[in-house]
């Protein structure tokens, strides 16, 4: 997937790669949406994975 960022840069993304400031893993990309997992540490300092997903918007066309 090619993806801008809020700054104009552009990347090239792909499954299994690391994103973001908290180096999430990219697990899946769809039409529409892109599924990231990180890991964060919660309260008690466990470590916990959470899934996110993301929308992707196709400026010309809308949502892919």
């Known amino acids: 997937a090619l993806l801008t960022t809020p700054n104009g840069k552009m990347h090239v993304v792909s499954e299994s790669m690391h994103i973001g400031t908290r180096r999430g893993l990219i697990k899946r990309i769809a039409p529409g949406?892109?599924?990231?997992e990180e890991k964060v540490v919660n309260l008690l300092?466990?470590?916990e994975s959470i899934e996110?997903?993301?929308e992707i918007e196709n400026k010309d066309k809308g949502t892919l």
């Open 52 to 54: 996110t997903n993301i």
């Open 33 to 36: 949406i892109i599924s990231v």
């Open 45 to 47: 300092g466990q470590e």
